[in-house]
Each structure stands twice: as C-alpha cells, then as structure tokens.
C-alpha cells in the first residue's frame, strides 16, 4: 500500500544515525518532496530495491536477526512505532490501512476482533511535522475522536467487501508510557477514560451492540507507570467502562501490576505472565473467572519466553486459569490471524487438541459480545470445527 503512493516519503541518512528529530526509517506522507535531500519518495526506491528502501522495510517487522542484534528488545521494538508513528496519522492511510488490517486478519480465519486502539489526533498530511509546526492539542470532549470514528468505518467496509460475518470492538488504550511530566500523563488517560461512556454511546452499532468496549493501558510495564499509579484517579473517575488490563507482561516478582489490575475490576489480563509468581491471587482469578489473554509469539519475541516449552499458559490451564490465545501485534512480527499463535503453544507447551478446542471456545466466552452475539459466533464456529476435525481424522487413527 505504501509503496505505491507517490505521497509516501522515507527519511534515511546513514552518516547521522539516529537523529533526535527523524529517525532513520521514519515514514511521512508529503505533497511534495522536502528539500531536505535525504528524504526517498518510497515509489521510487521500491522500483530499484534500494538501501533505504531495503532497511526501511526491514525496520517495519521484528524478525529473528533483529532480535538477536539488540541488547535491550523493546529499544528495537519500539523502533516500528517509531517509523510509523506520523504516517498512521494520516487520515487517507490511517483508513486504508485498517481497511487492509481487517481483511487480512478475517482472510486468515479470525471472525472476530478486539482491537486496542489509541486516538492519535489525525492530520492530512505530515507536510507540518516536516516544517516543525505544532498542532494545538485538542480537548477531548463528548464527541468520539476521528480516530475511533474511521476506525468503525473501516471495519464496516472490510465487512462489505468480503468480510461478510467479521465483527470488530475496539478497546481504547493510550499509553502508560513514561513523559515529561506522572501527573500529566495520568490526566490525560483519565481524561479520555471519563469521555469513553460518550463515545459508545455515539458509536453504538444499529443492533444495539457496542463497538467500543472498555478501557486498558499499554507498553512496557517494568520501565513505566504501573497500573497502581493510575488506581485512584481511575476509582474517582467512576466511569462505569470495563477493564482489559494489559498487565502481568514481565518476568519479574516485584511487577505487580496484576494485583492493581484485579483490584480494579478488569474483566480479562492481557498477558499474565508472571502471575504464577502470586500464587494466591492466581487462585482468586480462576475462580473470578477472569480470562488471560495469552501471546505466545509476542512473548517468545520480546524474550518474555524464549522457550515456548516453559511459557506459563500449560500450567495455568493446569489449574483451571481461563485462558484464550491472543495475536499480539501481528504485523510486525509478521504473523497473520492466530495459526502462528495456536501452533506455536501446541508444540511447545504440551497441550493437545481438547485445549486448543476449549482456548478457541473461551475467545468467544470471555469476548465483550453481548450473549446473542456470542451464541451465534460459537454456532458458526462450531460447524468449522467439526468439519476441521472430520478433514484431520484419518492422521489421527
């Protein structure tokens, strides 16, 4: 897509290295080329496969190389986001490329998606951010960010052009990354999360079912704000929106940001790695019925898990912890749907067909769909399982 959009630019200096101000890699959408002579029109160079081309696409995904090469993960693997950061906030590409998201996701068997979605304030162009102009920062008030709202859009036109029985919710999500300034940070998250009631209200689809569902926090948990950090805010806000706290993504003991998730009233953990170390609360999630939300790829990549043969989830689903299987920022690590993710934690983590069976049923159980939604999910599901099955018995007499 960005490669034949003759509005697409690529900086790249290799003598500069990592500038403070563009990144090597970093893409923009432009009306016209900057004279800055170390900006590529991304059309050109695609023709001629490039250096800066080749390394600007090389720094779109996080394959194993880059894995092995770099000391500390999450430098490299906010690299991506860094890349893309301005071109995504570009309405025309914001769009598409969601248009595009959907249909691959739905193409590659996945019926169904929650989203966590940030609300980027978004722009024509990055002619502005070229020039170092900056916007004035919009409040956030009752009506739905653009964000949101091309969101929805999009997902409405993957279901119109192929994607016929595809369903899409959206969780908003900003970042507990660390700023300038805790309080800050704090404010603006609570900010939005008071303005979330207003926004599912707006955006509510023609049946009566949500399309945004509730509330998380993402990025690295063990170097930036813990969800404790946000606790009283959040209890003061009283905003009555669900929680899908994105917690528990570390090796470490002394990250509890599942108790803070629990206490909060989150109803899934995205992650959970480390919950085996808080062996009591782990029972008060099993029985609370609160779903993790279990990343096989993303937490093998990130070094969460190097080895999938000791990842927590068999041990989790030993003792009866609801879990279900989750892609976690598929396009970068260049995976698609949830086959990576589902084969991946068959092989290595000792489970057989009967829990991959029970993880696909509990995507759908412990989704934010209403329960008609959810029965007619599983219904339809069901019919391809069978059939899946019927396709696969002979190899297993």
Request: aromatic residues 12%; negative net charge; hydrophobic residues 40%.
């Amino acid at each position: 897509m960005l490669a034949i959009d003759p509005h697409v630019y690529v900086f790249w200096d290799p003598d500069a290295g990592i500038r403070p101000d563009w990144p090597n890699g970093k893409l923009f959408y432009l009306t016209q080329k900057p004279a800055h002579k170390k900006f590529y029109n991304y059309h050109d160079i695609a023709e001629f496969d490039s250096t800066p081309f080749v390394e600007s696409k090389r720094m779109l995904t996080f394959i194993d190389r880059r894995v092995d090469d770099i000391e500390y993960i999450w430098d490299g693997f906010n690299d991506y986001f860094i890349a893309v950061s301005s071109i995504l906030k570009v309405r025309a590409i914001y769009k598409k490329y969601y248009v595009a998201a959907f249909k691959h996701q739905y193409h590659a068997g996945n019926d169904y998606i929650e989203i966590r979605a940030g609300v980027p304030e978004l722009v024509d162009n990055n002619d502005g951010e070229i020039a170092r102009v900056t916007p004035p920062k919009m409040p956030y008030n009752a009506t739905p960010p653009e964000a949101l709202t091309l969101l929805k859009e999009a997902w409405l036109i993957a279901r119109n052009e192929g994607c016929p029985d595809l369903t899409v919710k959206a969780i908003v999500a900003p970042s507990r990354r660390t700023g300038i300034s805790h309080d800050a940070d704090i404010k603006e998250a609570v900010e939005i999360l008071k303005n979330i009631p207003a926004w599912q209200a707006a955006l509510r689809n023609e049946d009566g079912s949500e399309f945004v569902i509730g509330f998380d926090l993402v990025s690295e948990e063990d170097t930036n704000h813990k969800t404790d950090d946000y606790a009283k805010a959040i209890i003061e806000a009283n905003s009555g929106v669900d929680f899908y706290f994105h917690d528990g993504e570390s090796n470490w003991a002394d990250n509890d940001n599942v108790h803070s998730a629990w206490a909060l009233g989150t109803k899934r953990i995205g992650h959970g790695i480390n919950l085996y170390n808080f062996p009591t609360l782990m029972k008060k999630i099993r029985d609370e019925k609160i779903c993790l939300e279990i990343c096989p790829v993303s937490n093998q990549m990130l070094r969460y898990t190097k080895d999938l043969r000791i990842h927590p989830i068999a041990q989790f689903m030993q003792q009866d912890v609801q879990c279900t299987i989750c892609s976690d920022d598929p396009q970068i690590f260049e995976t698609a749907g949830l086959t990576w993710d589902l084969w991946e934690v068959y092989h290595g983590a000792m489970i057989d067909l009967r829990d991959i069976k029970q993880l696909i049923q509990n995507s759908y159980r412990f989704s934010a769909m209403n329960e008609t939604e959810k029965a007619q999910k599983l219904a339809a599901w069901a019919v391809k399982w069978n059939q899946f099955i019927d396709e696969i018995r002979p190899q297993l007499i």
